[in-house]
């Protein structure tokens, strides 16, 4: 357990290696502001540091890298009457995101344990991404009546096929195979050889290149059960609704079909319009900070219009009672123009402003 008095944050740098750690196991090291802040002033340091030219993040604890963004914070903003203070946060994660994306030195993410929504943000972009054996990734926005954000809609978007729908829209999780599989993830390492890894990160004696060290460590997973469902995947999640792609989902023989479109029902019908709209448009975009300037119209957009948002934080995290009320409560009675309306929203600040 983490001492209360430790930073949410650890920075180090030693042998060429700067270390950042996120300090916050009881919470699956979920991301706060504050922690926003952290990262992003330690890469500022390191950036023209020639001392620093590899930067490896990792999370605290044996639970995962970082279970996603603080909803419940955001919760509270609305509840207050505060939802444009919410883009506060969110203009400081998203440059974040772009800035490991586009940091001028080798970022290395250990994606262990659960790595989710906000840690997707952070592990999805970087230059070297790392699974293991115990790594359960997604995107999980549409269950709280929200849309995938922190540029993954660009990630889900380049996925083989219709697979960025198909994980966009049901928040199904990944473990390190189909991450890998999907482009979430380049390699695969096994949990307990992570240590070394990380030992060899900071010696590299030889070789001396971040990517052949950690391919020293790189093991071959076992087959990918989304490459093993891309049949009933695509030919579903290629219809131009949610509610064809459920129609699809019960004409298919196969039983995982049938279990997706029932699990397509019981979540928020405009998160899900919204998400599908969002990934295909995303294919055509020119570049992750696109995708990261689409995402932001589309989260105020849920923050200050929209009730699912509240009311899918509320049923899951808040009251835990896990029986949200949508608004519509039904794919049937989406209007037409709902993701359309969505991604025309502007911002009264924008992001890269």
Not at 212 to 223: A, G, H, R, S
Request: aromatic share 6%; charged share 25%.
């Amino acid at each position: 357990m983490t001492d209360a008095a430790e930073p949410s944050v650890l920075v180090r740098a030693y042998g060429g290696l700067g270390h950042l750690t996120l300090n916050r196991p009881p919470a699956i090291n979920a991301l706060d502001l504050g922690m926003i802040g952290d990262l992003g002033a330690a890469l500022d340091a390191w950036e023209h540091d020639t001392d620093v030219d590899v930067v490896l993040l990792d999370g605290a604890g044996h639970r995962g890298l970082c279970a996603g963004g603080d909803v419940r914070g955001l919760y509270e903003q609305i509840s207050d009457g505060r939802a444009e203070d919410t883009g506060v946060f969110f203009r400081a994660e998203y440059a974040l995101n772009a800035r490991i994306a586009e940091y001028p030195s080798t970022v290395v993410a250990i994606a262990d344990g659960i790595t989710m929504g906000g840690g997707i943000g952070l592990a999805g972009h970087a230059a070297i991404r790392i699974v293991t054996d115990r790594s359960q990734l997604a995107m999980p926005e549409t269950r709280i009546g929200f849309t995938p954000d922190v540029g993954g809609t660009w990630l889900l978007a380049h996925a083989p096929g219709r697979l960025g729908e198909y994980l966009g829209l049901t928040g199904a999780v990944m473990d390190g195979s189909d991450a890998i599989y999907a482009g979430f993830a380049d390699h695969y390492v096994p949990a307990d050889r992570l240590e070394a890894l990380r030992d060899a990160l900071e010696t590299r004696a030889d070789p001396s290149s971040p990517t052949e060290l950690v391919l020293l460590f790189d093991e071959t997973p076992e087959p990918s059960r989304l490459r093993d469902a891309r049949a009933w995947i695509d030919d579903a999640f290629a219809a131009d609704s949610v509610a064809e792609i459920i129609e699809r989902l019960r004409a298919r023989p196969e039983p995982e079909a049938s279990t997706t479109a029932d699990v397509l029902g019981e979540l928020a019908p405009t998160a899900m319009a919204v998400t599908l709209e969002a990934v295909r448009r995303a294919r055509a975009l020119p570049h992750l900070r696109a995708a990261l300037e689409q995402e932001y119209g589309l989260v105020l957009w849920f923050a200050t219009t929209q009730p699912d948002l509240m009311e899918g934080i509320r049923a899951q995290v808040i009251d835990k009672d896990r029986a949200p009320k949508w608004q519509p409560a039904s794919v049937a009675d989406l209007s037409p123009g709902t993701a359309a309306s969505a991604l025309a929203y502007v911002p009264a600040i924008p992001l890269w402003g």
